[in-house]
């Protein structure tokens, strides 16, 4: 066998390895599923359909919610917000929002890049993103000024979801039970 054939040959199989060898640690993701930077969500339990944006800049994920309020139960710290389900700023239709009350798991400051560190409570939320439920911590936040009302964040996917940034609404839509 000529050389160049030899060389040829063995640069073929070294590329092979690598690429194996990247499969290979991709798949270690335990669970891990490629979905796109724009996906919808549902969340649970009502399986309402919401917009969210996958966002590896971003370390905590938040909601957009409205007419915050602090309240106590029983001696817990909780929270009642609504979470609008228009599609247009303008459609001001309340009766299709969702209302909830959660228990506040706690507060925190988030920095913004044009205004001073904004206060916001974080609740859990169930959701179910490309057939994965999952429970996870979200901050509450009014986000009408942006176009996903649901901010995924590093803390959300990690070890759940690899984002291809080139993609936009590859998820399936079915959610399976029970929360993991």
């Known amino acids: 066998m000529p050389a160049s054939s030899r060389c040829l040959s063995w640069r073929a199989t070294r590329s092979v390895v690598v690429l194996l060898a990247v499969f290979i640690s991709l798949s270690a993701e335990a669970g891990a599923r490629t979905l796109g930077w724009v996906e919808r969500a549902l969340l649970l339990p009502d399986?309402?359909?919401?917009?969210?944006?996958?966002?590896?800049?971003?370390?905590t994920s938040s909601l957009h919610a409205?007419?915050?309020?602090a309240i106590t139960v029983d001696g817990e710290h909780r929270v009642r917000?609504?979470?609008?389900?228009?599609s247009r700023a303008d459609d001001t239709d309340s009766d299709r929002d969702l209302l909830f009350e959660r228990?506040?798991?706690?507060?925190?400051?988030?920095?913004?890049?044009?205004?001073?560190?904004?206060?916001r409570y974080v609740v859990i939320l169930d959701l179910c993103i490309g057939g994965?439920?999952?429970?996870?911590?979200?901050?509450?936040?009014?986000?009408?000024?942006?176009?996903y009302p649901l901010l995924l964040g590093r803390s959300a996917l990690q070890g759940r979801v690899l984002v291809?940034?080139?993609?936009?609404?590859?998820?399936?839509?079915?959610?399976?039970?029970?929360?993991?």
């Open 66 to 69: 409205v007419d915050i309020e």
């Open 132 to 147: 994965l439920t999952f429970t996870t911590p979200v901050t509450l936040t009014d986000r009408s000024r942006f176009n």
């Open 103 to 119: 228990p506040v798991v706690r507060e925190t400051l988030i920095k913004d890049h044009v205004a001073a560190p904004a206060p």
């Open 164 to 180: 291809d940034a080139a993609r936009t609404f590859t998820a399936r839509r079915s959610c399976k039970s029970p929360l993991s």
């Open 81 to 86: 917000f609504r979470v609008p389900l228009a």
């Open 47 to 59: 399986r309402i359909s919401i917009k969210a944006k996958l966002d590896t800049g971003a370390r």
